[in-house]
């Protein structure tokens, strides 16, 4: 007979599929040994999980190359974790919106793009509009850079190469050695942060979501229109989202 799973390892294995999934990228792919060091599983784990998700019709191998990558099929809202990402996520969320009332966004790492899980709106009149499961690129936005930052740096070096880096405005910041730069830094001083790079007259902090499973593969970002982005303003939303996600 064989011995039944246990309830702690059946959420462990949906997270190590997810956690494979986030990384995944849909248009190109990935070869084994870079798949696991991205997703931080060993090697022969990383294949079983890529070959369930292969059956399951989540990922796809490349016959020529061998490359492994996403088919898109499965909404990352829908995803497995993403229930428990925005359960954990929320809260957080309303705190910051309770106290800056400026619009929280909850992004998840979706393979070479940063895919919204869940946003409350300011109140404000002047705000930016964000549809939840909208996706924007990882490089140019808070969100994204706060997730890399989040990551070991090997992992962090390897994303850097892999992702194609095209400007969504005028200041977005497109050279490599800088974005690595930014992203170290972001690690260090606990918060990422671009202005104006990813929409104009938008500025954004963020964080990773630190004391969960997903710290880095899930982040809440604070986004501003610049005509409010002053430096106490921005002074008091980084301390907020420090306090409220330590």
Known sequence: MNKPQSATSRP???KRAF????ILPIQSGLPLHEAARLSALP?????RILRALIELGQAAQDEATGCYRSTGRLSVSGAPGGDAIRAA????????HRR???TINLGILDGDRVRYLHVIESTRPLR???IPDAADPVLSTALGRAMLSAMEPSARTAILKRLTIAPRTAHTITRRKELDRLITEAARRRFAEER???DLGVACLAVPLRGTAWFRSAAISVTVPTVRYATARRAEIITAL???IP
């Open 12 to 14: 462990s294995t949906l």
């Open 19 to 22: 956690a494979m999934l986030s």
């Open 43 to 47: 090697k022969p784990t990383a294949y």
């Open 89 to 96: 996520a929320i809260p957080r969320m309303q705190a910051l």
């Open 100 to 102: 800056l009332d400026e």
């Open 128 to 130: 930016l509009m964000t």
């Open 196 to 198: 104006e790079e990813n």
């Open 242 to 244: 420090q306090e409220i």
